[in-house]
């Protein structure tokens, strides 16, 4: 029999080699705890009527919780018992979930359930995560983290069971769930080099909607690479991260409905966008807007707030952030 190291002994280490306080582990067991409980229902929903859409009575003649509802409710559970989060953002949440305050050591920025189309097909979906600490040198103002002041970003591939991580330079690692449900085997990440393995990922249906520029380099360069596209940015990043290549979620501007353009995009800054930024770049690759400006870097006005994004290897992030930002 073999045993592989769990991802809490991981951390333990990461946290003792680095001079770390145990407060970010106690934040972590919570985040695996509530993603293992998510991933439980889940796994169950089709059974319990939970894949359904919001509003939908069951044959009990009960409402049915959205499985994203569900999935909220267990993360701010978990995030609330380790009364270390200063405030939350959810997606499935309108306003910012004050939690303590005062006391309170991280910000949790978190999408606990992206991919909804998806889920009435109990495909793949993810539980994103960007943390943000609390400035300890001076009084706390509360503003909003742009992705470079994360300390960690992750995400959970529900219900396949891999957990992937960033921290804050010490790389991107994957861990996948063994039969006691444990996340074991560190690997980490790094994107690859040759381009043999990388692949494009974006909705190819929107093509026509996109910028002349993007559109052009989308016909330059599309042969060149295999394509994929599952339509959960968890999933679909997932790839990118192990096979290389380019995910995008580009501005749409040019709708044949114009008030069906999203000239900001559509996944979220926060808990998307930077949240995969963030594990890409510490992997060796990159990520910007639609004005080719790093995801990292932009400070966010809103706690919804969303953005174009283009993510993956550096030298396709490159290119296509030189396009971007040519006139
Ligand atoms: P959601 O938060 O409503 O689930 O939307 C986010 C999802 C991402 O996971 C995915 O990359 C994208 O939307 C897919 O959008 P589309 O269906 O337009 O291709
Ligand atoms: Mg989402």
């Avoid at 979930?97 to 006391?103: Q, R, V």
């Avoid at 501007?253 to 890409?280: I, Q, S, T």
């Avoid at 994004?309 to 290119?319: A, F, I, N, W």
């Amino acid at each position: 029999m073999e045993f592989e190291q769990t991802f809490i002994n991981f951390l333990l280490r990461h946290q003792e080699k680095y001079n770390r306080t145990y407060n970010f582990l106690i934040l972590m067991d919570a985040l695996i705890s509530a993603a293992k409980h998510i991933q439980h229902y889940y796994l169950t929903g089709a059974l319990k009527g939970n894949l359904g859409y919001a509003n939908l009575i069951n044959v009990q003649g009960e409402d049915v919780m959205q499985m994203d509802q569900i999935a909220h409710e267990i993360a701010i559970h978990y995030l609330k018992t380790t009364e270390r989060v200063i405030r939350a953002v959810s997606e499935e949440a309108d306003d910012i979930i004050s939690l303590n305050e005062d006391t309170g050591r991280y910000f949790i920025y978190f999408d606990p359930l992206d991919g909804s189309s998806n889920v009435s097909h109990g495909l793949p979906v993810g539980f994103l995560f960007g943390i943000a600490k609390r400035n300890l040198e001076g009084p706390e103002d509360y503003h909003l983290r742009a992705g470079r002041d994360y300390i960690a970003a992750g995400m959970f591939v529900i219900p396949t069971g891999t957990f992937t991580i960033a921290l804050k330079d010490a790389g991107t690692w994957r861990f996948h769930i063994d039969e006691t449900m444990n996340y074991v085997k560190p690997i980490q990440m790094a994107l690859p080099e040759d381009k043999k393995s990388w692949e494009l990922s974006f909705n190819s249906a929107n093509r026509n909607t996109y910028s002349e520029k993007v559109q052009k380099w989308i016909v330059a360069n599309e042969q060149k690479y295999a394509f994929r596209y599952l339509g959960a940015l968890a999933g679909d990043f997932h790839r990118i991260l192990s096979n290389g290549g380019m995910f995008m979620y580009p501005a749409i501007v040019n709708h044949p409905n114009p008030k069906k353009n999203r000239p900001d995009g559509k996944l979220r800054l926060m808990y998307e966008a930077a949240v995969v930024a963030f594990m890409c770049k510490e992997a060796g690759g990159d990520a910007v807007n639609e004005k080719g400006i790093p995801i990292l870097d932009i400070e966010p006005e809103k706690h919804h707030q969303r953005t174009a994004l283009y993510v993956g290897s550096k030298p396709l992030v490159d290119e296509i952030a030189a396009v971007l930002r040519s006139q």
